[in-house]
């Protein structure tokens, strides 16, 4: 998702309306230059859009759609709305188009009789979230969507909402938001947890972590646990040094996908989540030269793990259980490390 900042330098000419069907293949193309070129294949052909325009020039659009709530028994008639796909001509931001096309949204939504309203931003996309946030949205943790709509119910907003498909390092952000503060170090121990049990699924599947014993079991959540562990300090550590208060947030949506890779392939992929400025509007742009020390620590530790766990394999003696449990730790992490350097959302 994409925006632009709060300032708006010339509103009065830019106007919102309905996208014509003839106008799909333009937005479709302007998705390729906000995201990346991948966006305009993926595209959907018959959206529910909005567009943004100045002096008959596109500035940006959104996708909308709306969607039965998940229920609790007690209102089935609810109706939701999500914003997806909201873009902003790159040479066009800073002009107001993105947070005069989420108005129109919110207007439009209720209309339509939507009580809620949804949208998915990167963690690291400080311009939509403030953008959102100065509209009454705030991050939905996964406790309060279970709460809000049960497991299944949540599944099925995920679904609607399109975050079923992986979104590594995406929230969900929701009007009306959450009204309790949710728990960091909660978020921290579930996700760890829910790695451990994704590694020995993996394990399992794939052959390679051998019988699942009490011992095998207390072991690779050992092993997580620690790589998890050192990851948030170094993280952490780094930040307090650099002057950035921080909490961390687990990427939830993400699990879906690595556990169908765990029970499809064999293969592990982790998804540890990561730290996030603790300011309910901040920038990118002005943390970046904190935000990148921060990300870095992370990714040393869990190399400086791997290479420990190979040293301590080598002199582990003619146990060759020892060793087995340490070569195991080290493949943990170059999983881990492997998954920090070619994934493309650091905050670098």
């Known amino acids: 998702m994409d925006g632009d900042d709060e300032q708006l330098m010339e509103p009065q000419v830019i106007s919102i309306r309905r996208m014509g069907a003839n106008e799909v293949g333009a937005v479709k193309a302007l998705a390729g230059r906000a995201f990346s070129p ?7 052909r018959s959206p529910d859009a909005l567009i943004a325009e100045r002096g008959g020039k596109l500035l940006g659009a959104v996708v909308l759609r709306t969607f039965r709530l998940p229920g609790n028994g007690r209102d089935e008639e609810r109706r939701g709305g999500v914003m997806l796909w909201l873009m902003v001509e790159p040479g066009a931001r800073r002009l107001g188009a993105g947070g005069r096309l989420v108005e129109a949204a919110l207007r439009s939504f209720e209309e339509r009789g939507c009580r809620e309203v949804f949208a998915c931003v990167e963690g690291y996309n400080s311009s939509s979230a403030n953008l959102f ?22 599944l099925a907003l995920w679904l609607r909402t ?11 952000w929701a009007r009306p ?15 760890a947890l829910a790695n451990a049990l994704v590694l020995l699924l993996a ?23 620690t790589l998890l562990g050192l990851r948030e300090g170094a993280m952490r550590l780094m930040a307090w040094l650099r002057g950035l208060p921080v909490r961390h947030r687990t990427w939830e949506s993400a699990f879906p996908l690595s556990l169908g890779i765990a029970l ?27 935000l990148g020390p921060v990300a870095f620590a992370g990714a040393l530790a869990v190399l400086v793990f791997a ?3 190979w040293v301590l394999a080598r002199f582990a003696g003619p146990s060759p259980e020892v060793t087995q449990w340490f070569d195991s730790a080290r493949g943990v992490g170059l999983m881990l490390a492997a998954f920090e350097v070619l994934l493309p959302f650091s905050p670098f």
């Open 162 to 172: 399109s975050r079923l498909g992986g979104d590594v390092g995406n929230f969900l």
């Open 38 to 44: 991948l966006a305009s294949v993926s595209f959907p």
């Open 264 to 290: 499809l392939l064999g293969v592990f992929l982790p998804v540890p989540g990561a730290v996030y400025p603790r300011q309910r509007a901040w920038s990118h742009r002005d943390l970046i030269s904190k």
């Open 307 to 309: 290479w420990a766990a």
């Open 133 to 154: 946030a100065a509209r009454g949205f705030t991050i939905l943790s996964f406790g309060e969507q279970l709460r809000r709509y049960g497991f299944l119910g949540t």
């Open 177 to 191: 938001g959450q009204l309790e503060s949710d728990s960091p170090a909660l978020q921290w121990w579930v996700g």
């Open 203 to 225: 394990g399992w599947r794939g052959n390679w972590l051998g019988e699942f014993e009490p011992a095998t079991l207390l072991g690779v959540v050992l092993i997580v646990v």
